[in-house]
C-alpha cells in the first residue's frame, strides 16, 4: 500500500507548530508515519525486521530520544557494526523505525554453548503498550535460538521492562546462587591504571 515511498528511515524533522513531519518526499504524521491526506484507517502497518545500514540513522535517534547524553564519538559506527554482525532487529510503523533490539552471541564456557545477551531494547513513548516490545523480544528470542543460544539472557534497572521479561519466562537469577551484575567502572580504572604506572 505504500510502496515506493523509499527511504524515511532517517529521523524526522519535527515542524512544531504543525504537529508535522516531512523528508523529502512528504509530510507526513509524526508518530504513525501516515502521509497528509492518507486516511487512518491505513495506519499502523507494523513489521519487525533486521535491520539494514539504512536503519543506522533512525536507531541512533532512537538511542539519542532515550538517553539525554551522547558518547564523545556518537554511536552510528557501533550500531553500523551491530548491523553487520546482525545482531539488530528493528520494528517499524508505516515504514518508520520506532523501535530495535540488540542482542549479542557469545559463547559460554559454562553452559557449553551460545547464549546471547540481549544490551539494548527501546521502543519510542508514543508507540508504547501497543505490542511492538514484546514483538521485538519474540523475534530476537527466535532468531537466538535458531542461531544454536542454549540461553538468553539481560540485565534491566527498568522495573516496566523487568515485567515484560517475566512475562516472557525470563527469571531473576540474583539470590539463587548468590550472584550479583558488576559493571567496570572504566574512567576510575584508567585513572588507577594511570597512577599505578606513573
Ligand atoms: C520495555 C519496552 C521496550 C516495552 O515496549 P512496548 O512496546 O511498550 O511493549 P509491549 O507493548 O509489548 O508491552 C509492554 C507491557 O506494558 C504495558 N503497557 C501499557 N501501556 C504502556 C505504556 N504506555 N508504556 C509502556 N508499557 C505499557 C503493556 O500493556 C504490556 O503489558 P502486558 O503485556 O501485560 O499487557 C518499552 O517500554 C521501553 O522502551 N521502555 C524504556 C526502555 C527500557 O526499559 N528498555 C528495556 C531494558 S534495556
Redesign the pocket.
Known sequence: MFAGRGHHHSPPMKRAEFGACENALFVFDCDTGVPEGYPWQLADIRKVRRAEEIDAVAVDSLLSE?FDWTPSLGRLDSIRRAIMKRELLVAEVNSLVI?FIHYVMHEDVIDGGLNSF?T????S?A??????????LEESIEDSLSMGAVGVE?S?I?A??K??YE?HHFKETLGDIGEVFLELDLPEYLHAKKKENA
Open positions: 532515550w523501535g540481549i539494548a531494547f527501546y521502543v513513548p508507540h508504547r503498550g501497543k505490542g511492538v516490545g514484546t514483538r521485538l539481560t534491566t527498568f516496566s521492562a515485567k515484560l512475562k
